[in-house]
Nanobody, 116 residues
């Protein structure tokens, strides 16, 4: 059974940091491109960051320089280190795995709230 399980969300003050984790099971994790998306209230889901199976990374303009995506294939985990968080980063963050643009899986999401 394929699963992606996110963790690490929570409430943080503006300027603070959080580290999200996503652990995968039931598929060959190392072969998949791993991505983070987010969805704020009343907005569409948006892509945040990607990491290729070879380790190359890419970021949305809105988070570049503040967020860092990484992976540990030995643990079947992908991470999103989020620094300098702002209220506009408030959203449910989702982990996504994709392979050959055909096979794709989603986690259930973890809430991140940035507020004073």
């Amino acid at each position: 059974q394929v699963q992606l399980v996110e963790s690490g969300g929570g409430l943080v003050q503006p300027g603070g940091s959080l580290r999200l984790s996503c652990v995968g099971s039931g598929f060959t994790f190392s072969r998949y491109i791993m991505k983070w998306y987010r969805q704020a209230p009343n907005k569409e889901r948006e892509w945040v960051a990607s990491i290729l199976s070879g380790g190359g990374t890419d970021y949305a303009t809105s988070v570049k320089g503040r967020f860092t995506i990484s992976r540990d294939d030995a643990k079947n985990e992908v991470y999103l280190q989020m620094d300098s968080l702002q209220p506009q980063d408030t959203a449910v963050y989702y982990c996504n795995a994709i392979y050959a643009q055909i096979y794709t899986f989603w986690g259930q999401g973890t809430q991140v709230t940035v507020s004073s």
